[in-house]
């Protein structure tokens, strides 16, 4: 039979560690072979057929931690062979061991806030609030963006920030909440305390005017009388017309109309009633006189006086009087 290399394929598989700081790669190579068999009727003829197989080989090369042509030890902090003369520590590394150097033991490691040793060398960092730019830390401006989230005002700080609110306002974490300043002694106001977006004013009820947070009584009979027809009085918050004797007051409270007195049982008069501005008077027929009660009257005894002119005898009648001869 026959052998004949047609292909070849190469796997890598793990490395395997040997002493002297060499690892050995094996390769697995696979191929396929061509041989001959027997075929066909009674087996008379030759047929050719293919088949795989396989071959491992090994690799050396310098397992991890191990460098150079011969594989040595490499140390850390060693740059080259521990063993050699000229060996020489990596940066960040010093003394006869290659012991790792403490960068942030002197001067912080010239960063302005944070030193972090780490193996072979270090870093700076900055507190929350800054930006790091090489080893300084810059503030970062957090009001720049979106106003830091306040809802009013926002003041930077270095390393941090803050949230206030306008006048009127009182601070609930970062949003600002209107403050009612009526709920709290009327706002201070007299009378009426009306809280706006802010802030808040003070007003009056009617009859009163306004000055500062008080409120001052409004004289109104100051102005045309308050627009009285007679008589205005003023009062806390308001006032009143009333009329003179004689008078009534309109439906529109300002306005005085003369009271007829006659129309009422005559104005109470015993004869004539005569109604006049503001009042009335009574007055008598002929042959009476008007009593002292300037109501009532009296018949006139015409005989008395020169006996009513009649040369004999003169009689007295009901408002007037009568002469007769003897």
Known sequence: MQLKIILALVMVVLPMPSLGGYCYTYVRTSYSAKHYSSCGWWGWSRCS??????????????????????????????????????????TGYSGYYCSDINECSSSNGGCSQICTNTVGSYKCT???GYRTS?????????????NGGCSQICTNTLGSYSCSCHSGYQA?????????????????????????VGSYKCSCNPGYQASGKSCTDIDECSTNNGGCHHTCTN?????????????????DRHTCTDIDECQLNNGGCMHSCSNTGGSYSCSCKTGYNLNGDKHSCKDIDECASNNGGCDHTCSNTEGSYECSCN
């Open 134 to 146: 090489g080893k300084n830390c810059i503030d970062i401006n957090e009001c720049s963006s979106s």
């Open 49 to 90: 057929r293919y088949r795989t197989l396989y071959r491992s080989t090994s690799v050396p090369k310098c397992c991890n931690g191990y460098h150079g042509t011969n594989c040595y030890y490499l140390k850390p902090g060693f740059c080259n062979n521990p063993s050699s003369s000229n060996a020489k520590c990596c």
């Open 126 to 128: 900055c507190r929350s």
């Open 235 to 251: 009062t806390a918050g308001s006032y009143k017309c009333s009329c003179e004797s004689g008078h009534e007051i309109h439906d």
């Open 172 to 196: 609930s974490g970062k949003s600002c909440t209107d403050i009612n300043e009526c709920s709290s002694s009327n706002g201070g106001c007299s009378q009426i305390c009306t809280n706006t």
